[in-house]
């Protein structure tokens, strides 16, 4: 069993810029893809980046040049550094566990989530 919990969400100007923090506990971190997505008021949730256990990384269109996922296997932590935050990119933000398949970043675990905020 994982267990995901972030931290480091906020309220933010536009333009501006948040890491966000997952701490990872259990079993498969080492070998595993890891990803964040998010969820807006009122919309589907959504892909925002993945990375795999050799630091591969992908991205939603949406957020390319701006956001950056990386791992950290010594503490065990995912970040997702943002920046030029935009208010669209308002959200619950979520850490997730998951693998690859056929290509794409399938989700197997959640965290509870965090809120940013971009303010206008």
């Known amino acids: 069993q994982v267990q995901l919990v972030e931290s480091g969400g906020g309220l933010v100007q536009t333009g501006g810029s948040l890491r966000l923090s997952c701490a990872v506990s259990g079993r498969g971190y080492s070998i595993n893809a890891m990803g964040w997505y998010r969820q807006a008021p009122e919309k589907q949730r959504e892909f925002v980046a993945a990375?795999?256990?050799?630091?591969?990384?992908n991205y939603a269109d949406s957020v390319k040049g701006r956001f950056t996922i990386s791992r950290d296997y010594a503490e065990n932590i995912l970040y997702l550094q943002m920046n030029s935050l935009k208010p669209e990119d308002t959200a619950v933000y979520y850490c997730?566990?998951?693998?690859?398949?056929?290509?794409?970043?399938?989700?197997?675990?959640w965290g509870q989530g965090t809120q940013v905020t971009v303010s206008s």
């Open positions: 990375i795999t256990a050799a630091r591969s990384t």
């Open positions: 997730t566990q998951g693998l690859y398949s056929g290509g794409t970043y399938v989700p197997q675990s």
